[in-house]
């Protein structure tokens, strides 16, 4: 039985996102590939979580169906994903099935119960969860401004955080603002200091943009405190209606839908919202440590270097506060000096935001540099999870130890690297059992069935018979 | 073998889509034919292959009946066995010209992809003369110069048609270029010769194959129009689906079948042959085959 | 040699500038650097499979022909009858045809190395078909014998390359280059796109064959540990440049240069416990149409010094923020909106309508001197002297700064060379570059 709400979680417990006994399927001409099997695992909020494995193991596959992006070829056959609360998956057997047509398999879809879910996941995309990719050049729209792609994730997801921001200039009593920027001008300033001070003065709605104008690098003292105190604005008394429904609405009114888009109005209505985003565009980027931000923001994807799309690409997937970010192996395609920049983006980030973040990756090292848990994947099976620090000193499961091995030490020279013999399987008939038993040096007949997850400390999970109490 | 395994993909993925499959059945069907009538003719009720048979006695068009499934056209010609025979002759000449016009384009574009620079704008440019060529006024001034007859028709043709092969096995050729077997070959020291005909030609081909398909509808229609404004073989009685239209277009009010049947028997392989090509494009998309 | 591909026939991108590599029998050199570097383009250019604007390279050149050579002069009759013999730019067809026997290239891209049309045998066998092998039935058996020792069975011969794997191609790929028993492979990042595990395997199959058969590799990747692990040498290049050498172990224990220091600070260690310090570069690699003058790195390098060939319009960006904020602000916005005028690569000047005097120029020479040790400064320490003329129209305020030097080689160590301004030549009291010096390889090839 599929379950549509969780009986005894309330939502905000303790794990943001649990993924339990995921099978997802690929119906090839060919055959069927049994690409992930029986993936357990949960994200808690502000932890970051890894996922690694080598080519075919699935572990993109598992992060991207998360969000059900699965290609069309793919059907997750069975499994639960909990996000917030909502199982994401609670219809796959309505959703699709496969039938055996003569001696092949075929997928049959339910074309209305794939658009319902479209339309409850665009809620979710972008906005709860974010994708970060690995190649950015494919995934940044070549002929749109990189302002306006930014901009797009605002206009999409966060409207009221817009309005609520232009109607807190607003209200805000000028001499508030210069108690403000004086206060801060001459005390050190920390995040404490300043929802103290809003606080103090009673200027909730000003907090984020305080905030963002105090930690941008690219702007001197002098400019931050003039841009505080600039931080006035009155708005078109035409105006203030829409943007008080676009508050109180989440979204645009309807009355407003159409005059908004009008050419001449635009600019009293949809136009002011769209240069709130870009202003918020400039903050993210700011926050990803971008240079140039201004003639970035006019700019195309194409002028930008590896590097910096892809600091594009994580401001995007931040823009809206997601609570979760998936990363699929987002540094793989740059260079080791960009990687290590944006590897320190990453930690930022992760200290600064507290969101939870999946990330992806084929590179132990740079999985030791960010993650605090990390699961491994083979073949389409989670074999161990464990905490950081515990996976690199005490791994338990034979592949584990093996890549491991297998990768080349960058502090000394070694005769030879360690090996597992023997290559992946066919996914298409995978091994009965534990799907690395074809390759274990440690394999006996117990084997041939899968074992479950056994506890070998606090946290740590091995699915190996080796280790069966 | 593995290559064999790849044609019977190619044959699978065809058949599940049954506008292509069907189209495939329908092409096949007219080479059939027109194999048949060149060999055995008489198996399919043709008497003559190489000419159509007057009767003079009943010269008037007459609508089709049991005795003359097609109906007979001026002068008394039994019209199923004229289209019938007619079919190889079209048939025939459109493959000869289309693998023609692709044999000079393909090797005109690969190797000006391949040698580059110079020698590439020139060929280039002496393409995009030749592509410019307005194919009926240029036919009918080859006609006016050289003759009208079939040949010299084809000849036009074929000249008016390889630029686009050309230009297509150009750009094909110019990013199969950058491919590192191409390289790999090069250091194993493979000239250059060897290297355009068993690395670059065989990679064109595949693609290339789709143009020729989709074109050979093409080739049969511009062909029969030719035919059908004047172009003739030396044998009056040479049946050929343009001409039978000609023929048979003066009678076209009292007996639209002469015209009809003729034409509809162009239009049918033109569809097939678009259908075939689009889905041999669908077949051979990589994309497609795993 | 330099090499440079031409865009568009009228820019240059400056791929390679001045590189010198040797490489010894049965030594395995490595080439490493981040992408633009230049490494792909000098791993071609070895191999003959692009042309070099200028220099050469010999191949299987005696060592005392390499001495001699090196003490003519340039375009001497001498020189050229060297070059004749051995120069792989100036080689016939019939040498050419030699050449290609002697050396192979294995690609990064096990997908597009492998001809999608041709089977395995015939992609084997391609090289010995092009050198007309003989006897040629025993071609065949020869394939076989290759793809088993790369570890591919009988029944790969007749499959095409899109049933393999990557593992298995790269496998393909390496049998092809040792058909024809050649003596220096070129390996451009031939395990970049592979598993950990996979590359594990292939590696260690490398490393078996240069052993066993004497070969020689030039072994390019960006992967540090990878070229850790397979190199006796070790060369590090930067934007065109090489800017480090020297036997592996050395250059990797001792790193000098601060490019090679901050690569190498940069990998991600797979262990969670250890905190490196990491130095991160500032910046982005250069675009190798207009690179940096001088040393390329300069504008990236955290221990920039003054003449490391920081030219007018890196130092007026600086100039500008101290102007600013040492109370000269039409000064500022002159220098910002490019209101001056660049005399030369060393000179510029910038006019003001107020006038200034000695004390006021001694205060914008203090505010230099004080702001130059912030990394995004720097080229502040290649300003060297400040001058100002006054007339009547207001004063105007001329900069020069230090003459660029293109580091040169020095020696820190029996084999460890290093091109920066931080090591000057001499100073070190070590050899000079051109030569290994302490112990010699025996090398009697050599490519120069």
Known sequence: ?469 | MARFDQTKLTLRILFENVTSAAGLLIVLGYVLIAIIDAVYPQLIGVVNAYAEVPDYTNPVPQPPSLQHLFGTTYPGIDLYQAVVAAIRVDLWYSFVIVLAGALVGILVGVVAAYYSGFFDEILMRITDIFLSIPYLPFAIAVGFVLGRGLDELSLALVIVWWPLYARYARGQALSIKENAYVEAARASGVGSWGIITKHIVPNVLTPVFVQISLDLGTVVQTFAALTFIGFASANPLLPELGKLISDGFPYAISAPWVVIFPGVTILIFAVAMNLLGDGLRDALDPRNRT | MKGEKVIGGTRYVHAVDEAQLTIGENEVVGLVGESGCGKTTLGRLVLRLMEPSKGTAFFLIPRSSIDRYRTLTAGSKEARTIEREYSIYRFDRRKMKEFRKDTQIVFQDPFSSLDPHMTIRAIVAEPMKAHHYRPKDEIDSKVSKLLEECGLGEQFLEKLPHELSGGQRQRVAIARALAMSPRLIVLDEPTSALDVSVQAQILNLLKRFKSERGLSFLFISHHLAVVRQMSDEVYVMYAGQIVEKGETEAVFNSPAHPYTIALLSAIPVPDPTTKREKILLKGEIPDLVRPPGGCRFHPRCPSALGNCGWSPDEAIGSLSDVLASSGFPGLSEALKSRDCRIIDDQTFEVHTSESLDASQVESIKRAVAAKKDNQSNFALRAVEDITSQSDTTGATIRVRLTVPLVPEFTGLGTRHFVACNLFPRGSTGQGESNEFGGVEPPVRDGQH
């Not at chain 1, 290609?71 to 057997?93: S, V």
């Open chain 1, 1 to 469: 039985m599929i379950q549509e709400t969780e009986p005894n979680h309330t939502p905000g417990s303790e794990e943001l996102l649990r993924v339990s006994g995921l099978r997802i399927s690929f119906v090839t001409r060919s055959g069927v590939i049994q690409a992930i099997d029986d993936v357990s695992f949960e994200v808690k909020p502000g932890e970051t979580l890894g996922l690694v494995g080598e080519t075919g193991c699935g572990k993109t596959q598992t992060a991207i169906s998360i969000m059900r992006l699965t290609p069309e070829a793919g059907i997750i056959e069975k499994g639960e994903i909990w996000f917030r609360g909502t199982n994401l998956a609670k219809n796959i057997d309505k959703e699709f099935r496969i039938v055996s047509k003569k001696n092949r398999k075929v997928l049959k879809r339910n074309k209305a119960k794939l658009n319902n879910l479209e339309r409850e996941l665009a809620d979710i995309r972008g906005n709860h969860i974010s994708m970060v990719f690995q190649e950015p050049m494919t995934s940044l729209n070549p002929v749109r401004s990189i302002g306006r792609q930014v901009s797009e994730v605002l206009l999409t997801h966060d409207l009221p955080r817009l309005s609520n921001r232009i109607l807190a200039r607003h209200a805000v009593p000028p001499e508030a603002l210069r108690e403000v920027a004086d206060a801060l001008a001459h005390q050190r300033v920390s995040r404490e200091n300043i929802r103290e001070l809003v606080g103090k003065y009673d200027i909730p709605g000003l907090e984020e943009q305080i905030t963002s104008v105090i930690y941008r690098r690219d702007i001197s003292e002098g400019s931050k405190i003039q841009r505080i105190k600039g931080l006035k604005q009155e708005v078109n008394s035409a105006s203030l209606p829409f943007l008080r429904g676009v508050s109180a609405q989440g979204k645009i009114p309807a009355a407003y839908r159409f005059p908004a888009r009008i050419p001449i109005l635009r600019a009293r209505f949809l136009g002011l919202l769209e240069k709130e985003a870009l202003a918020v565009s400039s903050e993210l980027l700011s926050m990803v440590g971008m240079p140039n931000i201004s003639s970035v923001l006019k700019g195309y994807p194409h002028e930008l270097s590896g590097g910096m799309r892809q600091r594009v690409m994580i401001a995007m997937a931040i823009a809206a506060s997601p609570e979760l970010i998936i990363a699929d192996e987002p540094t793989s395609a740059l260079d080791v000096t960009i990687q290590a920049q944006i590897l320190q983006l990453f930690r930022e980030l992760k200290a600064n935001l507290n969101t939870s973040i999946l990330f992806i990756s084929h590179d132990m090292g740079v999985i030791a540099e960010i993650c605090d848990r990390v699961g491994i994947m083979y073949a389409g099976n989670l074999v161990e999870i464990a905490d950081i620090v515990d996976l690199f000193s005490d791994p338990r499961h034979p592949y584990t130890k093996g890549l491991l091995s297998a990768i080349p030490p960058s502090d000394r020279k070694v005769e030879t690297l360690g090996l597992i013999r023997g290559s992946v399987p066919n996914l298409m008939n995978p091994p009965a059992g534990c799907r690395f038993n074809t390759r274990c040096p440690f394999v006996f007949d117990k084997c041939s069935q899968m074992p479950p997850p056994i506890p070998v400390k606090e946290g740590h999970y091995v699915r190996c018979w080796l280790y069966e109490k």
